[in-house]
């Protein structure tokens, strides 16, 4: 999108091999977008809110990024035409739209996700301080380490 954006007004009649170029970039972001739309649904699939968001959002991506193939076909067939170009830069910054939305909602998802368990984490330590045992205690811290550590990978697979 960048380098479309950045193009001079007067592109040059000649056209320099270019279309094969955009024809392998146009590859290379259908590929990805729908890698990205895969992981999209199975994040819908296991999700427990934001479910009917999830799927609004990845038909939106879908959409987008057949707006995207069929503009940029019509440019890699003409790269020289500026309506054309000016088209292929505005399906671009849909689908940028669209895509960033999705990792919005994703983001949100992850995140209602760990409070979930961050809840669960909570009730337990709860426990833990009202325990009137000893035998009770152990039980309980130990449900208190397994949360605690629950906690710590779901965190950690967060930050990868």
């Not at 699939?45 to 879908?62: G, P």
Request: hydrophobic share 40%.
């Amino acid at each position: 999108v960048t380098t479309l954006v950045n193009c001079p007004q007067n592109p040059s009649s000649k056209k320099k091999g270019r279309s094969k170029r955009a024809r392998v970039l146009l590859a290379s972001v259908e590929e990805a977008t729908w890698n990205l739309l895969d992981k999209g649904e199975k994040i819908a699939k296991e999700a427990i809110v934001f479910k009917e968001e999830l799927h609004t959002v990845l038909a939106d991506v879908q959409k987008e990024s057949q707006a995207l193939k069929v503009s940029a076909e019509a440019f890699t067939s003409d790269p020289c035409n500026l309506p054309k170009r000016q088209a292929v830069v505005q399906a671009a910054r849909s689908l940028l739209t669209a895509v960033t939305r999705l990792l919005i909602l994703a983001d949100m998802v992850d995140v209602a996700y760990l409070l979930e368990h961050l809840t669960v984490f909570q009730r337990t330590f709860e426990s833990l301080r009202n325990v009137s045992s000893k035998s009770d205690l152990q039980k309980t811290y130990q449900k208190f380490q397994k949360d605690l550590e629950n906690l710590d990978y779901l965190a950690y697979k967060r930050q990868q």
